[in-house]
């Protein structure tokens, strides 16, 4: 019976995924597409033509096309680059510094604080440095399921005399007397876990260096941490007894640029004067290498792996260690009589910079109870949302956008809504034909407009500023249904509200041939290009000198960046 067949012409598709995270599809081995829901809308960030900016630099310093060929090409969402820009505006960031979107190859992450999910309190990074990411509290997770573990008392009254507390798993019912280990107070219990550990491998050592060790089980191996602990002293012994032959090396053996002989030596170096740089060297002497086991030395019995033999022959499946249990302990283990309780994994708080002006765009609360941020800039905040939907009346029969009809005009409903306080001019561009190989018509009915600022629901009810605006554009949407038989004309906008407008967008797709396997992946899918611009005036940064104490100087501010629209799938036709 075959249970696997190689096929050679069985490779990875091609990754096409509009966030940059390919999905795999476990059952066939390939990378496929993520499911996507029509229509929708991504942007693409303007990292993409930073990283071009030098080439476009070069070719016009030698007579080739430059940056206004470059400016004019239409964006292509089928590009490989392109698949690793665009981003739904929820997931972007957006630097007040810079005035632009940032996506998360944009910005750089650093850690903000360090807390233990157990017992939810914060660690200082210089512990963290020091003791590794773990919490030296009485955070434990059990080595048999990694559920969290309790301090009990083996006492029935709860008096908890000295010697009686364990840890203990309420899931799977492990406790610490699986491996003869109690504890004497209930308190740091990490610290008393550290110190078992090494009696148990100081004592396992002894015997072993004595030969009164029984290795009718496989013993345990040294402590990582104390090996290395040992080895380090050796060798700072070891290089403080030799002359250095790096001038930046301290006797110590660590490296120190801060003290003044390093600095002199440093110019020596560079300069070639001085009474050091005139020195012969003199020649190192030998070190010697670690000879016992208290200077590091660890040495493997000539029995060991046959007494591990035996203890999984008398131990069976049942008692070994599956390899994820292996992996969360510190010294190599075989058996679950050998597996110590795991110290809770610290989580992180993370902050995020710009990485063009260092400017910090998501910094958390510093509470540890709270999920909250002190600062967050995302973009949906700052830049306008485009949303899409077909335009149809109400006995129309809805549209199948897996499969658009071709040869045929289709009119969509391009919402533009405002996230700022102030009126912006909205100006689309699109390209008369989309890009890729079945190239489709699409005109922008209404390409510049203006949408009104996101004003508050009170102002417009008191007859305010934003108030008179709401009553005009009242005026242009009443009596605008589709069940009226209103026709969309150009120049004009389809509806307007307090800070959204609505525009048609006409497409008519391509015929799409599916004959003999030629159609590539997502080849069929009707995506449009659209070139955002907005105008709009904030409070200026720079005061004026001509103007008086109280005056409000503003100034125009634009904002231009490139916008994918999904609208279906072109349905094939078949010759």
Known sequence: MTLFQFNPEDQPTRIQTRVGFPSADPAGGKTRVRAMSFPYSYVSCSCIAAENVPKRAFASA???????????????????????????????????????????????????YWYCPSCLFEVPSSMVKSEGNRCTRNCFNCPICTAPMTVNTLDADGAGAAGS?????????????????????????????????????????????????ELSDAPPTVDPAAQFDSLKAFYKSQLSSTSPTNPLMSPTGEFSY????????????????????????????????????????????????????????????????????????????????????????????????CRACRHILVKPESKIQSTRYKLKLTANSYVPNLTLKPLQ???????????????????????????????????????????????????????QFEVGANIDVWDDALGGEGGKRSGRLGKVQAGNGPSEGRIAEAGKVWDAG?????????????????????????????????????????????ADPKAT??????????????????????????A
């Open 62 to 112: 030698n007579g080739a096309p430059g940056d206004e060929e470059q400016e004019e090409k239409t964006f292509d969402p089928r590009s490989a680059r392109a698949n690793f820009s665009l981003s739904p505006l929820d997931h972007l960031m957006w630097c007040e510094d810079c005035n632009d979107i940032r996506c998360e190859r944009c910005v750089i992450s650093e850690i903000a």
């Open 165 to 213: 507390w364990i840890l203990a798993c309420d899931y799977c019912h492990w406790t610490t007397l699986d491996i003869s280990v109690e504890f004497d107070k209930p308190t740091n219990v990490f610290g008393q876990v550290v110190k078992l550990r090494q009696e148990r491998m100081r004592r396992t050592m002894s015997k072993r260096a004595a030969g009164t060790e």
């Open 258 to 353: 801060n003290s003044p002989s390093s600095l002199a030596r440093i110019m020596n170096l560079y300069t070639g004067t001085g009474t050091y740089g005139k020195k012969t060297p003199s020649k190192p002497s030998n070190m010697r290498e670690s000879a016992n086991p208290s200077e590091g030395l660890s040495l493997v019995h000539p029995e060991v792996d046959q007494a591990a033999i035996r203890k999984m022959q008398a131990r069976g499946w049942q008692g070994t260690a599956s390899t994820a249990q292996q992996k969360d302990q510190a010294v190599p283990v075989r058996s679950l009589d050998d597996l110590w309780p795991v110290p809770t994994l610290l989580r992180t708080k993370r902050a995020k910079r």
């Open 393 to 447: 009346g109400p006995s129309a029969a809805p549209l199948n956008l897996e499969a658009l009809p071709t040869a045929k005009p289709i009119q969509f409903l391009l919402i533009v809504k405002n996230p700022l306080f102030v009126p912006i001019k909205v100006t689309l561009a699109t390209p008369a034909h989309t890009p890729g190989r079945f190239p489709s018509n699409v005109t922008m009915l209404c390409p």
């Open 498 to 542: 307090g800070n959204w407008t609505t525009v048609v967008v006409e497409v008519v797709c391509a015929r799409v041939q599916a004959e003999g396997g030629g159609l590539e992946e997502d080849e069929d899918v009707l995506e449009i290009p659209v070139f955002v611009r907005t105008e709009f005036e904030a409070e200026g940064t720079d």
């Open 549 to 574: 104490l109280g005056d409000i100087v503003k100034e125009k501010r634009e904002l231009a960046y490139w916008c994918v629209l999904g609208i279906g799938r072109i349905a094939k036709t078949f």
